[in-house]
Structure formats: C-alpha cells, structure tokens
C-alpha cells in the first residue's frame, strides 16, 4: 500500500548531495567550526550601537555557504540540534565576555529555534554559561519567534518566565508575520518586539507597511516593549523609522554582519 519509484541515475547524485553535506556538518560540529557573526543596532536616543544580533555562518570545505535555516533543519535532522544549541550558547556569552573585557558592553541577542523552547534544561544551560563566562544577564537577549510558540505554548511560556527571571531579555522575532501574534504579545513576558523586514524594506513604498509598522511600534510602546526594526538599508526608511518612534535600527544602512575581531574596530571607529 506504499508508493514507488523507478530508479533514475540523478536519484543517487541527490543523495550522495545529502550524504556528503551531512558528514561536512558532523565535522564541522566536531571541529567547532561554525561562525557566529555580528549586525549592530543602532539606537535612536544616544546614536550609539548599544546592541547587536548574532547570526549564525557556516562555510563548509568546499566554499559553499550554507544559509542558518538550512544548518538549523541539518542538526535537526541529524539529532545533533542540543549539541549546536550548546554551541551557540556558549560561544554567544564567550563573546559578550569579550566585548566586555573590551570596554564595549553591547547587549547581545541570540535566536533560538523550536526545539530549543522544548528543552526544559535551556535556561539551566544559559545560567551555565553566564556563570561560566561571569556575564551580566541583562546584556544576552533571547530571540524567539511565533514557529516557536506554536510548538507548545504554556511550555515555552515556562522557559520565557525562567529567562526573564535569569535577567535576560526575551524578543519576539519576526513580529507582524503570524496569525496569532496579539495573543502571544498580551500572555507572554517579552520584553521586546522585532519588526520584520518583510514590512521594513518596502516603507517608503508601501502605504500598508507605513501602517503596519507604525501600529507595531504604537503597540510595542504601549505595553511597554523595546521595539527593534531590522532591514533598514536606506537612509528614508531610517527617516521614516525616527518619524514613527522606533527604538533601535538594524540593517545594511549601518553595517553589515561582521566577526567580533571586526565589530571591535567598527565600534571603536565611530563611538569612541
């Protein structure tokens, strides 16, 4: 009762394609070498790049980039997503540990996937390494979107309440996407809101994003949130932003995802 396929010759290419992108990433997982790079934001009170996001590279031997999604459903699929979890946990308060030690406090804000708002050991793991790394809570955001809470949502509640009580900040990621979002907003203890670019990048264009993105902000502020707009490469859509009360601005305008050793020196260029 379950369906076939003839074999065709392209079938065994494609899946020698997975075979051997499956073992570059065991490795790369074994050897740590992944890559987590830096965006800033930029905040409109001071001027000044109080925070950054970290984003996750991956460039395998051969040269090939691999996009974060695709290394994310890679572990995934491997069961190896609570090792990268740790990775990047780790790896991210190590930096903040750095940047500290370098007279540049910056808040930090890491994305976490699905799997991760199952885990009821995450906050454990988190406390681990701010510990670990004598980090200050407050200067690791954690970024969460609505895939996420979809997963199980009194769970993930559980695991935001415990971060909140760490000392970090939690972020709802890709705000305006979903279906569900005002109710998330009203029963969840965030503490800041991320406009998606999909609403940023057209803003001087689109009379509907204007609205959009002026009814988050409005909304973000009244419940008391930090709201944070990415994709802004333009210097009217930053305009339009600063009209609307953004708080903090994050795009190819201001800089380009950068490794630490980088962020360090575009830091100290413009702010010292």
């Known amino acids: 009762g379950r369906g076939f396929e003839d074999y065709r010759e392209d079938i065994a290419s494609t899946v020698q394609v997975y075979v051997d992108q499956e073992r570059d990433f065991i490795r790369a997982l074994q050897l740590q070498q992944f890559e987590l790079v830096l965006q800033p934001q930029i905040d409109l009170r001071t001027g000044r790049c109080e925070s950054a996001e970290l984003l996750l590279r991956w460039h395998r031997e051969s040269g ?3 996009a974060p999604p695709e290394v994310i459903l890679l572990a995934d699929r491997l069961g190896v997503l609570p090792q990268l979890s740790r990775w990047l946990v780790m790896h991210s308060v190590r930096m903040i540990s750095e940047l500290t030690a370098q007279g540049i406090p910056l808040r930090l804000s890491l994305n976490l996937t699905a799997a991760d708002m199952r885990d009821q050991e995450l ?3 988190i406390a681990q390494g ?3 790394w004598r980090v200050s809570p407050s200067l690791l955001t954690l970024e969460i979107t609505e895939t996420a809470l979809l997963t199980d949502e009194v769970r ?3 695991i935001i309440v415990r971060l909140r009580e760490l000392g970090c900040d939690v972020a709802l990621d890709d705000f305006g996407t979903g279906f569900s979002s005002l109710a998330y ?3 969840l203890p965030v503490s800041e809101l991320k406009i998606d670019q999909l609403f940023v990048r057209n803003l001087h264009r689109s009379e509907r994003d204007r609205a959009i993105v002026d009814a988050v902000i409005r909304l973000g502020h009244g419940f008391g949130l930090r709201v944070v707009a990415e994709g802004v490469e333009d ?4 305009e339009r932003l600063v009209a609307s009360g953004c708080d903090l601005l994050q795009g190819y305008l201001f800089a380009r995802p950068m490794p630490l050793e980088d962020l360090i020196g575009w830091y100290r260029s413009r702010f010292s």
């Open 130 to 132: 701010l510990q670990t």
């Open 64 to 66: 090939e980039s691999v």
């Open 156 to 158: 993930v509640r559980e």
């Open 185 to 187: 907003l009203r029963n």
């Open 123 to 125: 906050p454990d793991l």
């Open 235 to 238: 210097e009217e859509t930053r």
